[in-house]
């Protein structure tokens, strides 16, 4: 499957736009193409912001975020 014209998943969602920059970083390191969508409501902030990658990149993402990023 094309990259462009993959379909996108989301792979991690956060109310906090740093941690979901940190998220898409931390993927780009690792050779995996990321988005960041803010889906927040302007006015009263609430809602997420998601990360997406291609369908294809799922599972190493998803790995990756597991094992490697800790916000604690």
Partial sequence: ????????????????????????????DNDIQAVVVDKQDTAYHFGQIEVYVTADDVLKAVKLIEDDINFR
């Fill in 1 to 28: 499957m094309d990259k462009a014209q993959g379909h996108w998943q989301s792979v991690y969602a956060t109310r906090f736009g740093y941690r979901a920059e940190i998220v898409k970083a931390v993927l780009a």
